[in-house]
Antibody, heavy 118, light 107 residues
């Protein structure tokens, strides 16, 4: 069974940093690209960042470029999102999602909440 | 960036009724469109990919259609668990973008 379990969310002050983790199991992790998608309270879904299966390619939404860094450890089946210079508008539930065979997001984690507030 | 518009914003129906949800793209996305269901407090779940292919385990009452800029998700007969928010998403160009969602609620 495919499982994606996020962790690392919490309360952080504006300008602060946080690292999110996503533990993957039940599939061959290094065969799949991975994404972070976020959802602000009461809002829709927004792509944040993606990474290729071997980690040699990354992409970022303009809203987070230069502040967030996506990475992965295929030996540990882990996906990460290092978030810096956090803003109130970054407050959201952050989901990790697996990229399927035809590049849809075929499995999602349960999400981790990031709250940015002083 | 390809912008997706969904209509209606809210659809109020009764169990057993047919639901028809629309997604319109600002430019052609060919058939590279997916639909997701999100129940309250849960993560999104993939329903349909490449416009008309049901994902693993998705019941046959969910049908996707369309190509180019106009797409439809049809739920033939609403079950109680189908009352949720539905999002379309395109992968034709980067970045992948989502529509704002259609909420299907109980009339």
């Amino acid at each position: 069974e495919v499982q994606l379990v996020e962790s690392g969310g919490g309360l952080v002050q504006p300008g602060g940093s946080l690292r999110l983790s996503c533990a993957a199991s039940g599939f061959t992790f290094n065969n799949h690209g991975m994404y972070w998608v976020r959802q602000a309270p009461g809002k829709g879904l927004e792509h944040v960042s993606g990474i290729t299966s071997n980690g040699d390619g990354t992409s970022y939404a303009n809203s987070v470029k230069g502040r967030f860094t996506i990475s992965r450890d295929n030996s540990e089946n882990m996906l990460y999102l290092q978030m810096g210079s956090l803003r109130t508008e970054d407050m959201a539930v952050y989901y990790c999602a697996r990229v399927g065979a035809t590049r849809e997001f075929d499995y999602w984690g349960q999400g981790t909440l990031v709250t940015v507030s002083s | 960036e390809t912008v997706l518009a969904q209509s209606p914003a809210t659809l109020s129906l009764s169990p057993g009724e047919r639901a028809t949800l629309s997604c319109r793209a600002s430019q052609s996305v060919s058939r590279y469109l997916a639909w997701y269901q999100q129940r309250p407090g849960q993560a999104p779940r993939l329903l349909i990919y490449d416009a008309s292919n049901r994902a693993t385990g998705i019941p046959a009452r969910f049908t996707g259609s369309g190509s180019g800029t106009d797409f439809t998700l049809t739920i033939s007969s609403l079950e109680p668990e189908d009352f949720a928010v539905y999002y379309c998403q395109q992968r034709s160009d980067w970045p992948p973008t989502f529509g704002p969602g259609t909420k299907v609620d109980i009339k």
